[in-house]
């Protein structure tokens, strides 16, 4: 869940780990786009999916084995509950909007697992616990341990298993940096990933 440059590392991290299928979920045409063409992901837009239903479709009524949330404290969603976390967040009555993580385990088998690398800061709201609970869910979640995981991953990358390279879809100077992270932040220019050059 998300297609960011987070979200389509997974996706293709999910292959190298042996999946058989992998859906990326968003709302970003364009990011969906780089997934069909670069991960050989199967791509679903929320904003025209209903997302539980189709996941239960295309996994048997069971629902997804792994559901990776790579979105975090960010998350936008449709209806009353964005409307909700929105407003809770504005009044500080919570620090992140947690859509995506409920969905991941709403959505997640039973006995599955749900990977939490979508960045979170503090306090969420309706927290569907019963819902992990009930259907024995294992919870992974953390920040990348990168002394332990970047020698493989750059392994992975000189090897050809992963091409990171497309993600790069700007590049500017250092004093650009406002105006980059706006362009990133607010979707536009089918922005992905920006480099600074000197």
Same mark, same amino acid.
């Given at each position: 869940? /998300? ?12 292959? @190298?780990?042996?999946?058989? *299928? ?11 786009? @780089? $997934?069909?063409?670069? %991960?050989?992901?199967? $791509? ?5 999916? !209903? ?15 792994? %559901? &990776? ?15 909700? !976390? ?6 500080? @009555? ?6 995506? @993580? *409920?969905?991941?385990?709403?959505? %997640? ?6 990977? &939490?690398? /979508?960045?979170?800061? /503090? ?5 569907? $616990? ?19 995981? &970047? ?21 500017? &100077? ?25």
């Amino acid at each position: 869940m /998300g297609a960011g440059a987070v979200g389509q590392m997974a996706v293709a991290s999910a292959w @190298l780990k042996g999946a058989s *299928r992998v859906i990326c979920i968003d709302k970003y045409d364009y990011r969906l786009s @780089l $997934v069909a063409e670069n %991960c050989n992901g199967e $791509v679903l837009n929320y904003t025209s999916s !209903d997302i539980q239903e189709t996941l239960k479709e295309a996994t048997g009524g069971r629902g997804p084995d792994v %559901c &990776i949330d790579a979105v975090g404290m960010e998350a936008n969603s449709q209806g009353l509950q964005d409307v909700y !976390d929105k407003v809770k967040q504005q009044l500080k @009555l919570e620090s992140d909007r947690p859509a995506v @993580l *409920r969905q991941a385990l709403t959505n %997640c088998r039973k006995g599955g697992t749900v990977s &939490i690398v /979508g960045v979170y800061s /503090g306090l969420v709201d309706k927290f569907p $616990v019963g819902v992990m609970i009930n259907k024995s869910l294992t919870i992974k979640s953390g920040m990348v341990h990168a002394q332990k995981y &970047i020698p493989t991953l750059l392994d992975h990358v000189q090897k050809g298993d992963i091409d990171p390279t497309y993600l790069k879809t700007h590049e500017f &100077i250092l004093d650009h940096g406002n105006y980059v992270y706006e362009l990133f932040a607010e979707h536009r220019d089918s922005c992905l990933r920006a480099v600074f050059v000197p």
